[in-house]
């Protein structure tokens, strides 16, 4: 149901000591009005970046994702062969689910990839995740860009008569930026919620500082009536003094600070 253009390649074309950008068309062509979910994985995530990695696509809509290869020190060699490869995956999202607000979409799409992972792995419905296989070529610059159907079959290197074996490569969930891992929705509002405790704990430490401020201000006059001081000695007991940060405050705000650079860096 899921519709990935181009099919099998993904060229990127020199030179590579900047950003180049390639872009990946993703289709529902469900005709029952089926809601798809999709991720995108890489064998090489620190290599790229993917925006976005994960989504739904409405039945009969299209999405693209722009794929970004970053800015090399130097370009390879101009026979080095691309080893790098993506992988788009699709899960159907049933009715019921569908329907949901973003938020509640959100958290119910974690289980649905959870179930339908396991199901694929176990056998139980080995369709229950759709995949599409994409190999990168890096292309020189006034090489067209042809899908793997129109390209010559590249000859098995052999030492000593057999043919060089390599390991199974693993995909990885690819990064929608470049300097940090994709933050999940869930973890997303996690930490929106721990902000508002800390913002009401901030409060509640600055109004007890006011009142105790208040206090402070109060027994300073008293003691300053009974002594007999009055004029400039009067005027300066009753003014605010400026206090030092209490450590359990500086300490809220840090933990603020911490929070919000972890989510906007």
Same mark, same amino acid.
């Given at each position: 149901m899921l519709q990935v253009s181009p099919e099998s390649n993904l060229d990127f074309r020199r030179p590579f000591n900047q950003v180049v950008r390639q872009t990946i068309t993703l289709t529902n062509t469900a005709a029952d009005g089926t809601l798809l979910a999709f991720k995108i994985k890489t064998t090489a995530p620190k290599q790229y970046c993917v925006r976005p990695n994960a989504g739904t696509i409405a039945a009969g809509a299209s999405r693209e994702v722009e794929v970004l290869l970053q800015a090399m020190k130097e370009d390879p060699a101009p026979d080095f062969k691309c080893k790098d490869k993506f992988l788009v995956q699709s899960i159907a999202v049933p009715p019921e689910v569908a329907t949901l607000d973003q938020d509640? #979409? &959100?958290?119910? %799409?974690?289980? %649905?990839? #959870? &179930?339908?992972?396991e199901k694929? *792995?176990?056998?139980?419905?080995?369709?229950?995740? $759709?995949?599409? *296989? #994409? *190999?990168?070529?890096?292309?020189a610059a006034s090489s067209p $860009?042809?899908? @793997?159907?129109?390209?010559?079959?590249?000859?098995?290197?052999s030492v000593s008569g057999e043919g060089v074996s390599r390991a199974p490569t693993a995909y990885m969930p690819a990064t929608s930026?470049?300097?940090? =891992?994709?933050? =999940?929705?869930? @973890? %997303?509002?996690?930490? *929106?919620?721990? $902000?508002?405790?800390l913002t009401a704990a901030c409060e509640g430490y600055k109004s007890e500082i006011e009142r105790l401020n208040v206090l402070r201000q109060r027994k300073q006059t008293a003691g300053d009536d009974k002594s007999g001081a009055i004029g400039a000695s009067t005027s300066l &007991?009753?003014?605010?003094?400026?206090?030092? #940060?209490p450590l359990p405050l500086a300490l809220v705000l840090a933990i603020i600070a911490f929070i919000l650079g972890a989510i906007i860096f």
């Open positions: 509640s #979409l &959100a958290s119910r %799409l974690s289980d %649905l990839w #959870l &179930a339908a992972d694929k *792995k176990s056998g139980a419905d080995p369709e229950a995740v $759709i995949e599409r *296989k #994409l *190999k990168c070529n890096f292309v $860009i042809t899908d @793997e159907k129109d390209r010559p079959p590249v000859p098995t290197v930026n470049t300097t940090s =891992s994709p933050v =999940s929705d869930r @973890e %997303l509002r996690d930490a *929106k919620d721990a $902000i508002k405790r &007991a009753a003014s605010p003094q400026p206090s030092t #940060l």
